[in-house]
């Protein structure tokens, strides 16, 4: 009788053919994660993955370009778009999503510093989750520290937002995720973050209305029980325009 031959499969090499995407995907799903638009995937993406993930969401952007039928093969504005699209995304726009939230250096309140701090205006751009559309806009942060909060430089809280922001986001959400991040890692009595933004998924299409804006807030601990400071807070950010 004969037997045919079999070579044993070697697992990397059958790893080889597997896109990125899935990759990355199986290890979020075997641990349990979320992997929503505006959730934050860095622990889950190993070394050289990103520039994997780039190639791989070039191709499948020139398939979508193909199926507007945009000939990029002749027209000159086009032919390396897919590329520029997959690095916007993943490189700028969203990078929030694929890098790990930045170093942020925290000093003990020495001084026992206890009194209304507000910075911003902070600006932000983000894009909505529904239409991918930019939201651009402005955050003020309101905190009243104790002597037991961690004290971060100003330029900070940009960094921070700068993270939040840089994914697909609700606009109610981004805000909620920015204070909890700075509440963890300052501990303050008091959080305050009053956010303004125009949706271009309202102004470029839709309703097309070019002056509509979003306002929405977050407030925490002192903010939320005390009225007079948070009329203090409220009435220290400049005049929205």
Known sequence: MLMKSQTAMNPADADEGTPVSVKIR??????????????????FIQPGELEALLDEVEAKM?????????????????????RRVAKMYLKEVFNGRYVKAPT?????????????????PITVRSACSHHLCPVIGQIWIGVLPNEHTNVIGLSKYARLAEWVMGRPQIQEEAVVQLADLIQQKTQPDGLAIVMEASHYCMSWRGVKDMDSKMINSVMRGSFLKD??????????IPKRG
């Open 26 to 43: 199986e290890r979020l799903v075997a641990a349990r994660k979320r992997y929503h638009a505006n959730d934050n995937i860095a622990d």
């Open 62 to 82: 020139q398939t979508v370009l193909d199926s507007m039928v945009i000939d990029t093969a002749n027209d000159h504005n086009t032919d390396n778009t897919a």
């Open 104 to 120: 942020i250096t925290e000093f003990p309140n020495a001084e026992h510093l206890n009194e209304l701090m507000i910075v911003g």
């Open 227 to 236: 009225p007079n400071l948070r009329r203090e807070f409220l009435s220290l």
